[in-house]
């Protein structure tokens, strides 16, 4: 059987279709009025080394908190069933249904400009792909969006995308994390594109991979934990990017010793939320928009309404 490359509507239909799912999740469980105040929060954490900045200086109170680790795509399905409470998930997820979340200011896993850990790579010049494929992993439905953009608006490219697996050939292969930089630490491929740096050429503005959502019902009903948990994940990014050659020889550990410099990648990721990175995700939904990915450009709503209030 021959695949069906993913087309221009299907991450529209997903997203839908992720709404519709999770309004019959909601209807069994409800995560803000089921938990007990004094029992933690279920937070988040992406299973790649890109968020050690964050969480290696992280202070464990088990009284206000337990990680949850796994992929991003995974933490957007368990944050969206109500299995999580806050989690660092992709900014996509959020455009699918933003009146089911908050986004937690000051935090994002961003670059302006190389990124290093979101690549397309090929052996084949891009001007000689045709209507070749091009296959994707599912753990990031964020680098999958931006990915297509580029395509069609950047490169002037109509090329198609296949889940990884799906076919026995394909022209290139898009990598994210872990993978994307031991690809890169390899050598072998011959064409190496990088999408944050992509997307800067085009836009000349920052790229959100990630954002930290909460769910509404859990701000709204737990809001002195949230700002407690807000602010120790701020206080933690903030070491760690003090200390960046830690979490670099610490990733050198999980992903073996490559021949990469991790000091320099870490450099090149931005880990708050400002203005810049807010203009860079407004247009990111705004261009999905256009391209008839999602609904609608969603508002950005920040946690805490009242930055005072940290």
């Given at each position: 059987m021959t695949p069906t490359p993913w087309g221009w509507g299907s991450l529209r239909k997903g997203l839908k279709h992720t709404q519709a799912r999770s309004e019959r999740v909601e209807g069994r469980f409800s995560p803000g009025s089921g938990l007990r105040q004094s029992e933690p929060l279920r937070l988040g954490r992406i299973c790649f080394v890109n968020v050690l900045p964050v969480y290696l200086f992280l202070e464990q109170d088990k009284t206000l908190f337990r990680e949850v680790s796994d992929t991003p795509s995974r933490l957007n399905k368990m944050l969206r069933q109500g299995l999580l409470d806050v989690s660092p998930v992709s900014s996509v997820e959020y455009a699918g249904d933003p009146g089911r979340y908050r986004i937690l200011g000051g935090l994002s896993i961003s670059c302006v400009g190389r990124v290093r850990s979101v690549l397309l790579l090929s052996q084949v010049p891009m001007e000689k792909w045709g209507n070749a494929l091009i296959q994707c992993p599912m753990e990031s439905e964020t680098s999958v969006a931006l990915l297509r953009l580029l395509l069609r608006n950047y490169w002037g490219m109509d090329t198609g995308l296949v889940e990884e697996g799906g076919v026995s050939e394909s022209v290139a292969v898009l990598r994210i994390g872990d993978r994307a930089l031991r690809e890169a630490a390899s050598g072998k491929w011959a064409h190496v594109w990088d999408l944050g740096e992509a997307w800067h050429s085009w836009t000349g503005l920052p790229f959100v991979f990630a954002l930290w959502l909460v769910r509404e019902r859990v701000a709204q009903s737990r809001a002195i934990q949230l700002n407690k948990l807000h602010g120790a994940l701020l206080r933690a990014r903030d070491t760690g990017l003090s200390k960046l050659d830690v979490c670099a020889e610490k990733a050198r550990r999980v992903l073996g010793g490559m021949e990469l410099d991790l000091l320099e990648y870490f450099q090149g990721l931005t880990f708050s939320l400002e203005e810049g990175h807010?203009?860079?995700?407004?247009?990111?939904?705004?261009?999905?928009?256009?391209?008839?990915?999602?609904?609608?450009?969603p508002v950005l709503r920040l946690w805490p309404p009242n930055p005072q209030s940290l």
């Amino acid at each position: 059987m021959t695949p069906t490359p993913w087309g221009w509507g299907s991450l529209r239909k997903g997203l839908k279709h992720t709404q519709a799912r999770s309004e019959r999740v909601e209807g069994r469980f409800s995560p803000g009025s089921g938990l007990r105040q004094s029992e933690p929060l279920r937070l988040g954490r992406i299973c790649f080394v890109n968020v050690l900045p964050v969480y290696l200086f992280l202070e464990q109170d088990k009284t206000l908190f337990r990680e949850v680790s796994d992929t991003p795509s995974r933490l957007n399905k368990m944050l969206r069933q109500g299995l999580l409470d806050v989690s660092p998930v992709s900014s996509v997820e959020y455009a699918g249904d933003p009146g089911r979340y908050r986004i937690l200011g000051g935090l994002s896993i961003s670059c302006v400009g190389r990124v290093r850990s979101v690549l397309l790579l090929s052996q084949v010049p891009m001007e000689k792909w045709g209507n070749a494929l091009i296959q994707c992993p599912m753990e990031s439905e964020t680098s999958v969006a931006l990915l297509r953009l580029l395509l069609r608006n950047y490169w002037g490219m109509d090329t198609g995308l296949v889940e990884e697996g799906g076919v026995s050939e394909s022209v290139a292969v898009l990598r994210i994390g872990d993978r994307a930089l031991r690809e890169a630490a390899s050598g072998k491929w011959a064409h190496v594109w990088d999408l944050g740096e992509a997307w800067h050429s085009w836009t000349g503005l920052p790229f959100v991979f990630a954002l930290w959502l909460v769910r509404e019902r859990v701000a709204q009903s737990r809001a002195i934990q949230l700002n407690k948990l807000h602010g120790a994940l701020l206080r933690a990014r903030d070491t760690g990017l003090s200390k960046l050659d830690v979490c670099a020889e610490k990733a050198r550990r999980v992903l073996g010793g490559m021949e990469l410099d991790l000091l320099e990648y870490f450099q090149g990721l931005t880990f708050s939320l400002e203005e810049g990175h807010i203009k860079g995700l407004n247009l990111f939904f705004e261009e999905l928009a256009k391209a008839g990915l999602i609904k609608e450009k969603p508002v950005l709503r920040l946690w805490p309404p009242n930055p005072q209030s940290l």
